[in-house]
C-alpha cells in the first residue's frame, strides 16, 4: 500500500530533522516540500514507521506492508502545486515498481479512524483518482449499509458509526455536515463495489 500524510509542523525541514531522529521514534519512505523538493528517508523495501496503530482491510500491521509519503504541510491551508506534481511523480513511479492498484492507496485517517486526521481536508484525492493514482466514487450508486460496505472496501470495524463516517466524509466529503445520509450511503456502496478489499492478498 501507499499511506498518505501531512506533517503538521511549520516547515519542512523541522519534519525531516524530526523523522530522522531515533528518539522520535517516526519515519516514513519519503518527505515531499511545498516547493516540491523530494527527501527519501528509508529505502522502499525497508519497514518505517509512519502509520502506526490502525487497520486496513485485513491487516494490522500497516507499517509492513506500506510505503509512507509525509507531505510538509500543517493541515490548514492547500497544498502547493509544485508539491502535488511531485508527489503524482513519485507515486507513479512506486506504484508501478510495486504494482500497487490505486485502491491501495490510503490516508493515514483512512487506517486509524478518531486517532488521526492526515492528510485532511485540504489534500485533493480526486485529482489524484483522476491520474490512475487513487479512486473516487461515481455519482448515481445505489444506496447500501454503510458500515458494511465501508468494511468491504477496507476501513476498519468501528464501534461508533460517526467515528467512521468521519473518516469517509474527510476523505470523500469534507464539506458535509450533519447525520448519516443517502450520498455517504451511495459513495460507499460504489466504492465497496468496484474495489473490495482483496483479503487474500493483504493476508499472504
Keep these: 500500500m501507499i499511506v498518505l500524510h501531512y506533517t503538521a509542523m511549520a516547515t519542512a525541514e523541522a519534519a525531516r530533522d ?8 517516526v519515519s516514513s519512505h519519503y518527505l515531499i516540500a511545498e516547493n516540491g523538493h523530494i527527501w527519501q ?13 490502525g487497520q486496513w482491510g485485513d491487516v494490522s500491521d500497516v507499517n509492513s506492508r506500506s510505503i509512507g509519503i509525509e507531505l510538509a504541510n ?41 486517532r488521526k486526521s492526515d492528510p485532511g481536508p485540504r489534500f ?24 458494511t460496505d465501508a468494511r468491504a472496501f477496507g476501513y476498519p470495524s468501528v464501534g461508533a458509526v460517526d467515528e467512521l463516517l468521519a473518516a469517509v466524509r474527510l476523505r470523500f466529503r469534507p464539506w458535509a455536515k450533519g447525520p448519516l445520509d443517502e450520498q455517504d450511503r451511495a459513495l460507499m456502496h460504489d466504492l465497496a463495489s468496484r474495489y473490495p478489499v482483496d483479503r ?4 499472504a
Design 124 to 147: 485533493d484525492w480526486q485529482r489524484l483518482a483522476l491520474q490512475g493514482l487513487a479512486v473516487w466514487p461515481e455519482s448515481g450508486a445505489c444506496a447500501g449499509d454503510f458500515a
Design 200 to 203: 487474500k492478498a493483504f493476508t
Design 18 to 25: 524530526r523523522l530522522c531522529d531515533p528518539e522520535a521514534e
Design 41 to 53: 528517508l528509508v529505502p522502499e523495501e525497508q519497514r518505517a514507521w509512519h502509520a502506526g496503530a
Design 74 to 114: 500543517r493541515g490548514d491551508h492547500p497544498f502547493s502545486e509544485p508539491q502535488m506534481a511531485a508527489l503524482e511523480r513519485l507515486m507513479a513511479q512506486i506504484m508501478m515498481r510495486w504494482s500497487i492498484v490505486p485502491e491501495r492507496v490510503i490516508g493515514h485517517s483512512d487506517m486509524a479512524i478518531g
